[in-house]
């Protein structure tokens, strides 16, 4: 019996650290290092999630035919330096707390890598292949190869890796082929990033919220014209083919410690940076509309011109700036490529993947076998936990809950609570890999409720009160609710509500004030109709979740509704839960209703008094 080649990846020292595992070219395991040390978008060298990897495939460190790290440490440190000497004598301050950091770790990558594997389990050095391959590489690499396409043009975004910012690459088989490379300083995803810094939000992980503020917007109002003009002239210069220029005397992110200066963007867009936690006004909106259309504009194009020199019918992405579906939906209704396909784990999580694929189709040159499907197996990658693992954590904290042998049941009973306004915490089986939670990891509600929003956001995610929640929809009832035919299995897509389900607002809607806006009832499922009509979809299939899938399907035999709410399970600055024990605790914490872990269903009103005196405020950084 031949044995199986079996490679780990790494991505770390950045932000979202991760491990994968892929044995003979499919992807077994993966997990991101915070669903384990509970710090968001953790950084370190993932340890926990190298041992779940290890442990999942039986493996020891011994065993793995390579390990390897999503990018090349010399290259970025390259680019570093070259620019604190091109930028001199700026970036002092920086480059002082910058470098040192570089010399007493980063630059010694390799002894490092080995040190953290030796504190997991002993191994022989001598045996231990490392590789490292470039990091828009792994990027395309994790969209390409998972992906059903034999033949795809690969579209990498985010905000740097070594040198590059973004890529067009052809995907042929085993094989990847780099064609263009966009390079730092010029960056879409980190003009992005300086956008959610100028308006309040958290680098790194905000850009999610922007693109949840730009709808509110007025599409139609001077003033987010003469921002686009601003963008356009002052800050950016946009090519036909995609790539972009951007005006450094704006920006402070090469050098600084800051992503923009912060009195020049006052006197462009004539408004302060907004500071964390302040009102929103309607200037707020009106930029994020803009930036978030500029950046449809640039997408679109490196589209189009990825299709131009590759010819190819289909598109792969990712890299962060591949997880803004408002854009994604955007560009599959262009219509340039036949289908696209999206790396769910898009960010730098995703590297790992990307950079176990690559070793294996590229370095070691094996034959690839293309999945009809995809190859994520729903993203479904992360750990899963027995009745035993449940009932260890009953008896911690003496819980009341009804065990059910007969899952069917248990959605009946479930798909009831949710039809009469209840929300629910959903954990089940795998946890996902990437940012999005889907259904596995979820919190759940009636789209139908008007007031679940509202619930949702400011009793149980504590977060704010504009952010929308996604509809996970069963998948052959999609065109039922949304004006989209496809499928939209990783929530990276976004569409307006089908016409027909649509209400009409007052004449006036676009000049009410944010919160009046918030609560005009836009759709038959006020939920998870944005405020531009639209929904974050997530198709949900038989064959990749049949226990989400059913509990659908009895919610929809109950109201004639087969779409549900779908929010992650956690609270505000915390990751999604992973354990019995989290989502008990954030249970607890938090106003839900009701709390399914496998087959055992908690009610709120039964359980013990949560004798827990921690400030889960205090205990997570707010993102």
């Known amino acids: 019996m031949n044995r199986m080649m079996t490679i780990l990846g790494i991505s770390a020292f950045y932000h979202d650290s991760a491990a994968a595992i892929v044995q003979d070219g499919t992807v077994v395991a993966a997990a991101q290092e915070e669903r384990f040390t509970r710090k968001k978008h953790d950084p370190a060298f993932p340890t926990n999630a190298v041992k779940y990897c290890l442990e999942y495939t039986g493996k020891t460190i011994d065993d793995l035919d390579a390990i390897v790290f999503y990018d090349k440490p010399l290259l970025k440190f390259e680019r570093l330096l070259e620019t604190y000497y091109g930028f001199s004598p700026k970036g002092v301050s920086s480059f002082i707390t910058a470098i040192p950091v570089w010399l007493k770790e980063k630059m010694f990558l390799k002894k490092l890598i080995k040190d953290e594997l030796k504190e997991i389990q002993p191994f022989n050095k001598k045996k231990l292949k490392l590789l490292f391959p470039e990091h828009h590489l792994s990027h395309a690499a994790s ?251 009953n008896r911690k904290y003496n819980a009341t809950a009804t065990h059910f042998s007969d899952f069917s049941e248990l959605t009946k009973e479930v798909a009831k609570y949710i039809s009469e306004g209840n929300a629910i915490g959903w954990m089940q089986g795998r946890m996902e890999f990437g940012p999005r939670a889907l259904g596995r990891r979820s919190i759940l509600g009636d789209a139908r409720n008007p007031e679940m929003q509202k619930k949702l956001n400011l009793k149980i995610k504590y977060r704010e009160s504009f952010r929308p929640f996604a509809p996970s929809v069963l998948s052959e009832d999609v065109n039922e609710f949304f004006d989209y035919e496809g499928i939209s299995p990783y929530m990276l897509l976004v569409h307006k509500v089908h016409p027909n389900i649509q209400h009409e607002v007052p004449a006036n809607y676009h000049a009410l004030p944010i919160r009046e806006k918030l609560y005009v009832q836009r759709s038959s499922l006020p939920a998870i109709t944005h405020i531009d009509f639209s929904g974050r979809i997530q198709t949900v299939h038989k064959e990749t979740n049949a226990e989400y899938w059913e509990l659908i399907n009895e919610f929809k035999k109950i109201t004639g509704v087969g779409v549900v709410v779908n929010t992650s399970f956690n609270v505000r600055g915390e990751p999604i839960v992973c354990t019995p024990d989290d989502a008990y605790r954030c249970f607890m914490r938090t106003e839900m209703d009701y709390l399914v872990i496998g087959n055992f269903v908690y009610k709120k009103e039964e359980q013990p008094s949560w004798q827990d005196t921690d400030d889960w405020k205090e205990e997570f950084l707010l993102d």
């Open 143 to 393: 969209a390409f190869y998972p992906s059903p396409y034999q033949k795809a043009a690969i579209l990498t975004l985010d905000g740097v890796g070594e040198w590059a910012t973004a890529s067009i690459c052809l995907g042929e088989g085993k094989d990847i082929t780099m064609l263009k490379e966009l390079q730092f300083p010029h960056s879409v995803g980190l003009l992005y990033s300086a956008f959610t810094y100028f308006l309040g939000f958290k680098v790194n992980s905000g850009e999610y919220k922007l693109m949840g503020l730009a709808p509110y917007g007025n599409p139609n109002s001077e003033r987010v014209k003469k921002f686009k003009e601003i963008i356009k002239t002052k800050l950016i210069k946009i090519h036909d083919d995609g790539s972009i220029w951007l005006d450094q005397q704006y920006f402070n992110y090469a050098v600084g410690l800051r992503m923009v200066y912060d009195k020049k963007w006052e006197e462009l867009f004539g408004f302060p940076r907004r500071t964390s936690e302040s009102e929103f006004e309607q200037q707020h909106s009106d930029l994020g509309l803009a930036i978030q259309e500029v950046t449809e504009e640039i997408i679109i194009k490196l589209a189009k011109h990825a299709k131009e020199i590759t010819g190819a019918e289909y598109l792969c992405m990712a890299g962060g700036v591949a997880l803004n579906c408002v854009a994604n939906g955007k560009l599959q209704k262009e219509g340039i490529f036949k289908d696209i396909f999206i790396q769910p784990a898009a960010g730098d999580a995703g590297g790992s993947l990307g950079a176990a694929l690559t070793a294996y189709y590229t370095y070691f040159e094996q034959e690839r076998k293309v999945n009809p499907n995809d190859a994520m197996s729903g993203s479904y990658l992360g750990p899963e936990f027995s009745d035993l693992d449940v009932e260890k954590v």
